[in-house]
């Protein structure tokens, strides 16, 4: 009932800009809260992965969560120059920093974050790896993850 509530006042607030002519505020208000993940694994930020997120994310008009995996002690970093483009265009982006297995990282992200509608990951993050060392297939590596899961690749 508190969620219904809200979604109302938001609705009424942005009723009232929209009287007044402040058309884009009211935009604000009323944009649902929509996030595309995209997963990276370390130090290898492919430029295709960005340039898919940020492309959809302006295209659905949705946020960006990062989420860089990376193994134990391994440092990482995101480009400041993409994190600047995505502000100009009024996305906002959040950098997340785990050590671990992508996998599974991802899957517990998404299942605290519902606002998350689907998971990119580049095809050079290798997602069929198994992070148990067990020999799966790409769909038991992925299994439970109830999002889409986009795989960029090169076109090959």
Request: proline fraction near 2%; aromatic fraction near 4%; charged fraction near 30%.
């Amino acid at each position: 009932m508190g969620r219904l509530n809200k979604k109302f006042e938001e609705l009424m607030s942005a009723i009232s800009f929209a009287e007044e002519g402040e058309f884009e505020k009211a935009k604000e208000i009323l944009k649902e809260n929509r996030k595309v993940l995209l997963a990276l694994q370390g130090n290898a930020i492919d430029n295709r992965a960005l340039r898919y997120a940020a492309n959809t994310c302006k295209r659905i008009g949705a946020d960006l969560d990062i989420i860089v995996v990376r193994q134990t002690g391994e440092a990482s970093s995101m480009p400041a120059q993409f994190i600047s483009e995505l502000s100009k265009d009024g996305i906002q982006c959040r950098l997340i920093q785990k050590d671990g297995c992508i996998a599974e990282e991802v899957i517990r992200h998404t299942d605290s974050n519902r606002e998350v509608l689907f998971v990119i990951i580049d095809s050079s993050d290798r997602p069929d790896i198994d992070c148990r060392g067990k020999d799966k297939r790409l769909s038991d590596s992925w299994h439970g993850l109830n999002r889409p899961l986009v795989i960029v690749t090169d076109g090959i």
